[in-house]
């Protein structure tokens, strides 16, 4: 997930949001793999249930269940599409939803494995703590 998050830090992971409220757009979450669920990853969620999800040269096009379609702005948390090279489609049912790492052009989500079950879940992460040993501390010049 870099450039957001990096291996080896630490996550606070809200598991109990979901129990009262469905996933976001947006939202990182913590999940475990489908292919192998004693490995978790994190991801953030691009596609909803019932959505459809378009990868084009140009746009991350979502087209949802009335058939309204926006290219997703994601100029917040990445850098560019080059990632998107070819043209693929993928249709979400209930409970399922698409997920990409932000470090597009490296991460293996959704496009690789397909949707992600709600069940696989775990939580959303909220924070990373940061410890003092990681603050640099200049001295003031006098």
């Known amino acids: 997930m870099e450039p957001n998050f990096h291996d080896g830090e630490y996550l ?5 949001s ?6 976001e757009r947006g939202e990182v979450i913590i999940f ?11 991801k953030r969620i691009i596609g909803l249930p ?8 140009d746009c991350l096009k979502i ?5 309204e379609e926006f290219c997703l702005n994601e100029s917040n948390y990445i850098n560019s599409l080059n990632f998107l090279k070819n043209d693929r489609e993928f249709k979400l049912t209930e409970n399922q939803y698409f997920v990409m790492g932000d470090n597009r052009s490296h991460s293996f989500d ?3 494995w397909g949707p992600l079950a ?4 775990i939580g959303r992460a909220l924070i990373r703590p ?3 040993q990681d603050i640099i501390i200049e001295k003031p010049s006098y």
């Open 118 to 121: 709600k069940n696989y879940i």
């Open 63 to 67: 087209i949802s269940q009335s058939k």
């Open 32 to 42: 475990h793999y489908p292919v192998d669920s004693s490995e978790k990853f994190i």
């Open 50 to 57: 019932g959505e459809k999800v378009v990868l084009t040269d």
């Open 12 to 16: 606070i992971v809200d598991e109990l």
């Open 130 to 132: 940061f410890y003092l």
């Open 18 to 23: 979901y129990r009262f409220r469905e996933p």
């Open 110 to 112: 959704s496009r690789n």
